[in-house]
């Protein structure tokens, strides 16, 4: 599925691939837009996400040991379900993401595993990229 | 682990590392641990040749993270799938 670059502002510079997605645990989904970042390891979850998602900081106690800019916050590995109806379709795909105790970080969607379980094509030039399930 | 060595330096050097230190409010073996660490990439990327391939020599940063999450997402893997919405 092919979807557009989006932009948080008139700004070209802003542009970004953006995946709406929906994150399901147990009962709970919310609806996400994750930033498909490549560059980054890992998946990264802010933390009001994951409350949202009804998910117990106390009871997800594998600590996911960050490094870099985001080596001052503490992170815990958890796993969610995420969907999107076009990709998906009816099924929904474990991602395993390491859930930070901030809210100063948008959701990144990095090689472990986001790109493990899905193929994904950039077109920057064309402003688009393409995303599907990996076969 | 950190390892403390003792090292016989000129007068030269110990000046210039005080002069440093002090105007930059840090102590002198701070001053040197940072030119030792500095020469020792000068070392690396001067010992490359060229036209030959290289792996990356510095870790892009959380890879460590990413092996956890891999180890937590095997070690679950077998459980009953509690992800589906209703």
Redesign the interface.
Known sequence: MQIPYTALDRRPTTLMPRLPL?L??????VEVIGLVAS?????LMPYSIGRALELDWAQHT???????D?ARFE?R?V???A?HMQITHAR?V?L???WINTDSIPILL????FFMEFEVTFYRSQGMFDVRLRP | MPVIVGLELSDVIVRRAREIAARTSRSVESVLTDWLERGAVNDEFALMAANKEYAAITP???????Q???D??LA?QMEP??????
């Open positions: 929906n399901i645990h147990g009962r709970n989904i560059g980054s390891p890992i998946n594998t600590r996911v040991p960050l490094g870099g985001w992170a590995a796993i969610v379900g969907s929904s474990r395993v993401f390491a990095g090689q472990m595993n | 892009y940063g959380n890879e460590d993270a990413a956890v999450l891999w937590y997402l679950h799938d509690t992800l589906e919405a209703p």
